[in-house]
């Protein structure tokens, strides 16, 4: 039996119909807008991750007693993480075996469509995108984890460093403040860094770097400002 008779007898066999040209066109069309609606999506989440890191501090890293990755984690919304690790995966294997795109390598796909996921959400980000639907997402969603909740959490660990609140006195070696469960807090900061932003006086909200030295006193290392909205009590 030749090549063509074996074609003839599969096609029998099979009961392969033939289809007409315009499925085919349609389905790629489909499966490269998927790709498109997949990239969108992680590129929104990695926003949302720059954003949470620019809220909380990239500097805080050096700070945190854990080893690289679990400090890194610290600092990462970890429902945005896993979005964009889903999303990023399925934009790949939507396209990987279509049209040509067999053609370039599992590798190179992931490369590119990490890429463009971090391309469009630093653009998201800078133009505030990711800062306004993070406000949707914690005004809308009653169970969703803020990032500035999650900042207040991450800036009330004296433990590990990190202690924030409000000044209620100071003077030229001491600043008493209060965190956000209302507990009081005598800090030395003699010689502290001290940010040229910071307004050292009453009623300011400031974050600190240093190490506890009592049941509630603190070692200022370096001071600067809260930033952002006023902070949260984390009960």
Not at 39 to 56: E, K, Q
Not at 145 to 157: H, M, P, R, Y
Request: aromatic share 12%; charged share 15%.
């Amino acid at each position: 039996m030749n090549n063509a008779q074996k074609i003839i007898e599969k096609i029998k066999t099979e009961n392969i119909r033939h289809r007409e040209a315009w499925t085919f066109s349609a389905r790629e069309m489909i499966t490269w807008s998927a790709y498109m609606l997949f990239i969108l999506i992680g590129s929104i989440s990695f926003s949302i991750i720059l954003f949470a890191i620019s809220v909380s501090g990239f500097d805080l890293l050096q700070h945190f007693k854990h080893s690289g990755m679990e400090s890194v984690l610290v600092l990462l919304p970890l429902l945005w993480l896993a979005v964009l690790i889903f999303f990023l995966g399925a934009s790949v294997a939507s396209v990987v075996q279509t049209g040509r795109a067999y053609k370039i390598s599992f590798s190179n796909w992931v490369s590119l469509s990490t890429g463009i996921s971090m391309a469009i959400g630093t653009l998201f980000f800078i133009t505030g995108g990711a800062k306004w639907l993070e406000h949707k997402f914690e005004t809308n969603i009653e169970s969703y984890e803020s990032i500035q909740e999650k900042k207040t959490a991450i800036w009330s660990q004296p433990d590990l460093g990190t202690l924030s609140g409000e000044i209620i006195s100071l003077d030229d070696q001491i600043i008493t403040i209060k965190d956000w469960k209302s507990n009081i807090w005598t800090i030395s900061y003699q010689n502290a860094f001290i940010a040229p932003v910071v307004k050292m006086e009453e009623g300011v909200q400031i974050k600190l770097n240093g190490t506890k030295t009592g049941t509630n006193t603190f070692n200022a290392e370096s001071i600067k400002p809260w930033g952002g909205i006023p902070g949260k009590c984390v009960q």
